[in-house]
């Protein structure tokens, strides 16, 4: 349960690009993709709506619950996206629209073959996708959150290990759904040509292949599935937002002095303007998943830098962190992102325009700028350790404090720091209390 968020995180990327097919290039983007817009093609209500009502439902449940409501729905949602999802896979195959997906993997029928090929020239594009999906949401606070809150150490474990094998059970569905709307002949149906993909709504395929080839009762349980993924990453969103704004910058630098039960309401008030917030992101683009790449890419380009120092060297400190931090948040806006139309002024090598006219790095340059990033902490990090410890510099310019201490020092910060985390971990589980 702990590393569920990770799970679902995971299957959500899976639901919507495993949906994509045809495979012609790494990220393709859709409108309106979220359950926002499932919920706007088959219930026929209005995006903003949709939005509305699935932001509000999800504010509600993770401000009144708290912890406890994130990890005890998150056992019930994992079960609801697998069955939903797999109940609808027999229907969708056996539509009297589709042919047999076996058939028009390689070969041109109503649509071109939905497995493609990789090109040389975008295996770089294609490896840092791949980096990105694997990697990218191991810095997530959320997951972490998770695995502190397992009853030992063995449980977080195991439960890490399962959970990355249930992302790729959790794909299969995903990727079966894709293949029956490229086997699909649209003009029998009502949604008539031209087809999803040349419509641009290649993000939408799940509900729109819902709607169209399978019974009503049917898609509502296919929107079971897209509402338990995409609710149960919303409320640990929402918590750890709210969490690590309360511990990390009202209890530390606004109220160092603030009691539980103030922080316990600063939490419940931090949850309702993140859950806001959120929600007038989506209006901002009608892909949400724009937003989750983009959040994720950012997550791996300049977080997981730091959360591999942390855990693995030693020598690591706050002035190669500060340095590798600016490296990497420089580099990756430096680099460009077409999602959101940020032209590249960093040109990598075969750096080109892609078939949509869009300057675009096909070198694998999120990787490279997470390489660099590393190293920037580690050089950083040793050559202020040799610059601080032989008194090169007075230690009155030591602001991060990192020259060596008393062991006895060292040992009543880590007493004090695991009191610290205790403390907060109360408050995250008693948020409900009145």
């Known amino acids: 349960m702990c590393s569920g968020?990770?799970?679902?995180?995971?299957?959500?990327?899976?639901?919507?690009?495993?949906?994509?097919?045809?495979?012609?290039?790494?990220?393709?983007?859709?409108?309106?993709?979220?359950?926002?817009?499932?919920?706007?093609?088959?219930?026929?209500?209005?995006?903003?709506?949709?939005?509305?009502?699935?932001?509000?439902?999800?504010?509600?449940?993770?401000?009144?619950?708290?912890?406890?409501?994130?990890?005890?729905?998150?056992?019930?949602?994992?079960?609801?996206?697998?069955?939903?999802?797999?109940?609808?896979v027999p229907f969708l195959l056996t539509n009297p629209h589709s042919v047999d997906i076996s058939l028009t993997a390689y070969n041109q029928t109503f649509q071109a073959p939905w497995v493609g090929t990789v090109e040389l020239d975008?295996?770089?594009k294609w490896f840092d996708d791949f980096m990105l999906l694997a990697l990218g949401g191991l810095a997530y606070q959320a997951f972490y959150q998770r695995i502190l809150s397992a009853s030992s150490y063995t449980q977080a474990q195991v439960t890490?290990?399962?959970?990355?094998?249930?992302?790729?059970?959790?794909?299969?569905?995903?990727?079966?759904?894709?293949a029956v709307?490229?086997?699909?002949?649209?003009?029998?149906?009502?949604?008539?040509?031209?087809?999803?993909?040349?419509?641009?709504?290649?993000?939408?395929?799940?509900p729109i292949a819902l709607q169209y080839l399978t019974p009503t009762y049917v898609s509502i349980i296919g929107i079971g599935a897209v509402a338990a993924a995409v609710m149960s990453s919303?409320?640990?969103?929402?918590?750890?937002?709210?969490?690590?704004?309360?511990?990390?910058?009202?209890?530390?630098?606004?109220?160092?002095?603030?009691?539980?039960?103030?922080?316990?309401?600063?939490?419940r008030i931090s949850v309702v303007v993140v859950g806001l917030a959120g929600t007038a992101l989506t209006f901002l683009d009608s892909s949400v998943l724009v937003f989750w790449l983009v959040g994720v890419d950012m997550s791996y380009t300049i977080m997981f830098p730091q959360l591999v120092c942390i855990l693995f060297f030693k020598v690591s400190n706050g002035y190669g962190a500060t340095v590798g931090y600016m490296m990497g948040i420089i580099m990756r806006i430096l680099s460009g992102e077409p999602l959101i139309n940020l032209p590249p002024a960093i040109q990598f090598p075969g750096c080109r325009l892609d078939e949509e006219g869009k300057l675009t790095q096909f070198f694998p340059f999120r990787t490279a700028i997470m390489v660099i990033s590393l190293l920037s902490i580690l050089l950083f990090s040793?050559?202020?350790?040799?610059?601080?410890?032989?008194?090169?510099?007075?230690?009155?310019?030591?602001?991060?404090?990192?020259?060596?201490?008393?062991?006895?020092?060292?040992?009543?910060?880590?007493?004090?720091?695991?009191?610290?985390?205790?403390s907060q971990a109360k408050q995250l589980l008693d948020t409900t209390s009145c």
């Open 5 to 88: 968020w990770h799970a679902r995180s995971s299957a959500w990327a899976l639901l919507w690009c495993g949906c994509r097919l045809r495979l012609g290039g790494p990220w393709q983007c859709g409108r309106r993709d979220g359950e926002g817009g499932t919920m706007s093609v088959i219930l026929d209500l209005s995006y903003v709506y949709s939005i509305i009502i699935s932001s509000v439902v999800a504010i509600i449940y993770t401000l009144l619950g708290g912890l406890y409501s994130v990890a005890y729905t998150d056992v019930i949602q994992l079960i609801l996206i697998f069955v939903s999802l797999w109940v609808c």
């Open 122 to 124: 975008e295996a770089g």
């Open 160 to 178: 890490c290990f399962a959970s990355s094998a249930f992302c790729l059970v959790l794909g299969i569905p995903s990727v079966l759904i894709g």
């Open 181 to 206: 709307a490229a086997s699909t002949d649209w003009n029998s149906t009502s949604y008539g040509l031209p087809t999803p993909y040349e419509r641009d709504q290649a993000g939408s395929i799940l």
């Open 234 to 267: 919303m409320d640990s969103a929402l918590l750890s937002s709210a969490s690590l704004f309360s511990s990390n910058i009202y209890k530390n630098i606004i109220r160092k002095q603030a009691s539980d039960r103030e922080m316990q309401w600063v939490i």
């Open 382 to 422: 040793w050559l202020t350790s040799i610059i601080f410890n032989k008194g090169l510099l007075s230690e009155k310019w030591d602001v991060f404090k990192i020259k060596r201490k008393q062991r006895s020092t060292a040992t009543a910060a880590d007493v004090k720091r695991t009191n610290e985390e205790a």
